[in-house]
């Protein structure tokens, strides 16, 4: 059974660039497209990319010109790299196969 | 870009049937939107329910339903238990692979 897990820091300081992993276990990576979602805490869930397994992404327009987002079919992972930071970058983010394998989340803070 | 709406809150009674609908900024809902839904528990990662507007996973309970009706999509709860007290969240693709969710709803099973 597919699995994913995300890794990260946990704290990232304001304006410097938030990189987040994403490995996929007990499955392929090489089928489906892959995407990363984020909830500010006591909020709800927000879009902000996804990538199909060859490679092609999409982004949330509104955070299209921070947001990155890359694959390594090889390692079994994908990728999110998020730009000048802000305290409004803080939530837990996760990573998805489509939309119905999820990981457990982790925890990204931007202190203000 | 779209905005995709939800109602709030909602309660239903043990044993009743509750109904959550998702509304898109731009017009009807349709199957081109490929409407999700998911549950998610307090304190836990949302758990996929629906999919292409009625399709359920292997783990979603027959007790959740997905349809389209009136323009929106429509998940349905029937004969609901203490345990389905959460967040639900409907999902909708548009053109250029963009997704958007909705605000999400809270459901409480009182």
């Known amino acids: 059974q597919v699995q994913l897990q995300e890794s990260g820091p946990g704290l990232v300081k304001p304006s410097e660039i938030l990189a987040l992993i994403c490995t996929v276990s007990?499955?392929?990576?090489?089928?489906?497209?892959w995407s990363w979602i984020r909830q500010p805490p006591g909020k709800g869930l927000e879009w902000i990319a996804s990538?199909?397994?060859?490679?092609?992404?999409n982004h949330n327009p509104s955070l299209k010109s921070r947001v990155s987002i890359a694959v390594d079919r090889m390692k079994k992972q994908f990728f999110l790299y998020l730009t000048s930071v802000t305290a409004a970058d803080t939530a837990v983010y996760y990573c998805?196969?489509?939309?119905?394998?999820w990981g457990r989340g982790t925890l990204v803070t931007v202190p203000s | 870009q779209a905005v995709v709406s939800q109602e709030a809150s909602l309660t239903v009674s043990p044993g009743g049937t509750v109904t959550l609908t998702c509304e898109s900024s731009?017009?009807?809902?349709?199957?081109?939107?490929?409407p999700y839904w998911f549950q998610q528990q307090p304190g836990h990662a949302p758990r996929a329910l629906i999919y292409?507007?009625?399709n359920r996973h292997s783990w979603t309970p027959a007790r959740f339903s997905g349809s389209l009706l009136g323009g929106k999509a429509v998940l349905t709860l029937s004969g609901a238990l203490p345990e389905d007290e959460a967040d639900y969240y409907c999902?909708?693709?548009?053109?250029?692979?963009?997704?958007?969710f909705g605000g999400g709803t809270k459901v409480t099973v009182l």
């Open positions: 998805a196969r489509k939309f119905d394998i």
């Open positions: 007990g499955g392929s990576i090489d089928s489906d497209y």
């Open positions: 990538i199909s397994y060859t490679g092609i992404p």
């Open positions: 731009t017009g009807a809902v349709t199957g081109g939107h490929y």
């Open positions: 292409d507007i009625s």
């Open positions: 999902l909708l693709s548009y053109s250029a692979g963009q997704f958007v």
